[in-house]
Nanobody, 123 residues
């Protein structure tokens, strides 16, 4: 089992650049690709960004390319999501997830989920 705990959410202003963190425990962190999903009210959960086990491969959904950055620190068992120029429509619960690869994160529900952290962007 892998336990994931997100932090860094809250109420922010449009244009702010908060950073989310996800601390992992349980199995070896570096054995898993990591991803950030989000679910806005009334919408399906979507994959926002993903990063490979070593950090060498990243994926971003089109709407966040150039604004969001996913990174990981395997020594600290933590994955981050820096979100620049946030928009009100990006208000959502943001979830950390772990799976075998960035490809599987894109193709199926992840093996492990965090409990989510609310990000509310005010205009």
């Amino acid at each position: 089992q892998v336990q994931l705990v997100e932090s860094g959410g809250g109420l922010v202003q449009a244009g702010d650049s908060p950073r989310l963190s996800c601390a992992a425990s349980g199995r070896t962190f570096s054995n898993y690709a990591m991803g950030w999903f989000r679910q806005a009210p009334g919408k399906e959960r979507e994959l926002v960004a993903a990063i490979s086990r070593s950090g060498g491969i990243t994926y971003y959904t089109d709407s966040v390319k150039g604004r969001f950055t996913i990174s990981r620190d395997n020594a600290k068992n933590t994955v981050y999501l820096r979100m620049n120029s946030l928009k009100p429509e990006e208000t959502a619960v943001y979830y950390c997830a772990a799976d075998q690869s960035t490809a599987t994160l894109r193709e199926r529900p992840p093996l492990y989920w965090g409990q989510g952290t609310q990000v509310t962007v005010s205009s």
